[in-house]
């Protein structure tokens, strides 16, 4: 039972256009989401994170967007560049504890020049 | 190096032998965690230690499976009598006391092959 679901395996997108990656939870209890990005033979690096109580927070080119009525979180980036080709997983948490987060599959995006 | 480290990089083992995978943490972090990442799958929770507390078992998915944390530091998984669902990415992480999802630092991964 996945509980944190990236149902697009992949995206591109041209460069200077916005890359929008999305991510659905099923689990009410999540209160803390986070975006974490891959780059090949290297370990997940935090990227941008939101609490339950807010609906968007916003780092520099990357946005992230939390609809807690329909489960849904999404991460926006603009301008998309080719350095952040990479793969982006989504992961969730209840109460910030790391023995409850939760991680999606993972978006390969893929930013054209 | 100040990030955490992982070894071996690359492991390939024949179904049923054992299989040790090391971890050094970053200097001073008190909570270590491992993760796996199968083919096409999330990062999948296996094991979590903090300081001297009793460590957190419970993602993982066998009794072959085990894990230490020697003098609050290094750790080691081990996995028993490998299987072919064992092949997968096993990522250690580390943080500071509390976690906090902006302070957890993730190795470069072992990546386990069972043939």
């Known amino acids: 039972d996945q509980q944190v679901k990236q149902n697009s395996p992949s995206l591109s997108v041209q460069e200077g256009r916005i890359s929008i990656l999305n991510c659905d939870y099923t689990n009410s209890m999540f209160d803390y989401f986070l975006w974490y990005k891959k780059y090949p033979a290297e370990g997940p690096t935090f990227l941008i994170s939101?609490?339950?109580?807010?609906d968007k927070n916003e780092d520099g080119r990357f946005t992230v967007f939390l609809n807690k009525s329909a489960k849904h979180l999404s991460l926006h980036i603009v301008p998309s560049q080719p350095g952040d080709s990479a793969v982006y997983f989504c992961a969730a948490s209840v109460s910030g504890s790391a023995r409850q987060l939760t991680f999606g599959s993972g978006t390969q995006l893929t930013v054209l020049p | 190096g100040a990030g955490v480290s992982q070894s071996p990089s690359n492991k390939v083992t024949e179904k049923g032998k054992d299989v040790e995978l090391r971890c050094d943490p970053i200097?001073?972090?008190?909570?270590l965690y491992w993760y796996r990442q199968s083919l096409g799958q999330g990062l999948e929770f296996l094991i979590y230690f903090q300081g001297n507390s009793a460590p957190d078992k419970s993602g993982l998915p066998s009794d072959r499976f085990s894990a230490e944390r020697t003098g609050g530091s290094v750790s080691t998984l081990t996995i028993q009598r490998t299987q072919q669902e064992d092949s997968a990415v096993y990522l250690c992480?580390?943080?500071?006391?509390?976690?906090?999802?902006?302070?957890?630092?993730f190795g470069e991964g072992s990546w386990l092959t069972v043939v």
């Open positions: 200097s001073g972090h008190t909570a």
């Open positions: 939101i609490s339950s109580i807010k």
């Open positions: 992480a580390s943080s500071l006391k509390t976690f906090s999802g902006n302070t957890i630092y």
